[in-house]
């Protein structure tokens, strides 16, 4: 069992900026591929931005491109979702997520772990 231990949300105004971040709680554990998802109230969740461990190719949601980047801490078995020039549509529960080996996160169903999620707030 993986735990992913989330860390970083909170209040902001609109044009600021969070970064999220992520740890894997088992170091020993073989990561294929780790993002971020997103459930606002009412809507299902989304993917929003994905990184391949071993080379760090990255996959974002057109939502996310040119404002967000993630990144990875192979070491620490931790990934970072920087966000920038957030506005009030970007105001959800954030997750962690741990891909199925071998699978990019592009859909809930891509997920082998979620993390408890935290929330990111964009007063307007």
């Known amino acids: 069992q993986v735990q992913l231990g989330e860390s970083g949300g909170g209040l902001v105004q609109a044009g600021g900026s969070l970064r999220l971040s992520c740890t894997a709680s088992?170091?020993?554990?073989?990561?294929?591929?780790m993002g971020w998802f997103r459930q606002a109230p009412g809507k299902e969740r989304g993917f929003v931005a994905g990184?391949?461990?071993?080379?760090?190719?990255?996959d974002y949601a057109e939502s996310a491109k040119g404002r967000f980047t993630i990144s990875r801490d192979n070491a620490e078995n931790t990934v970072y979702l920087q966000m920038n020039s957030l506005n009030a549509e970007d105001t959800a529960i954030y997750y962690c997520a741990l891909g199925l080996w071998g699978r990019r996160l592009t859909s809930p169903d891509d997920v082998l772990y979620w993390g408890q999620g935290t929330q990111v707030t964009v007063s307007s």
């Open positions: 088992r170091r020993a554990f073989s990561i294929y591929y």
């Open positions: 990184i391949r461990w071993s080379d760090g190719d990255t």
